[in-house]
């Protein structure tokens, strides 16, 4: 009987797929870009008037999605920060924060 369970294993063993890590654990997915997905990459804004710096978002299939006041030294009216960081990858239309000087 010994005999018999232990081929059967081994027979089950050899007929059996095994697994790959891969397979257990995809991961992250894929860049949007790669993928040939659309998205927007947050572009290079900072010390933009706030009218190009909208034209700039937009033009990157981002939106803006709020524009707020900062005291700052920078001449007013400029981008001072954006939110997401420039170069990040977002869905097609993602809106973007631009902080705009107020001073």
């Known amino acids: 009987m010994i005999k018999a ?3 059967l294993g ?3 063993a ?15 997915p894929e860049d949007p870009g790669v ?4 998205h927007c990459t947050v572009p290079a804004v900072r010390g933009a008037q706030l009218a190009a710096a909208k ?7 981002c939106t803006v999605s ?4 900062r005291r700052s030294s920078v001449r007013k009216g400029r981008v001072v920060s954006v939110v997401p960081r420039t170069g990040t ?7 973007v924060v631009l902080f705009v000087s107020a001073s």
């Open 55 to 61: 034209r700039r978002v937009l033009s990157a299939r």
């Open 35 to 38: 993928a040939g997905l659309p």
């Open 89 to 95: 990858v977002l869905a097609d239309g993602t809106g």
């Open 10 to 12: 081994a027979i089950a």
């Open 14 to 28: 050899v007929i059996a797929p095994t697994a790959s890590p891969r397979m257990l654990d995809p991961g992250p």
């Open 5 to 7: 369970a232990a081929v």
């Open 66 to 69: 709020a524009v707020m006041r």
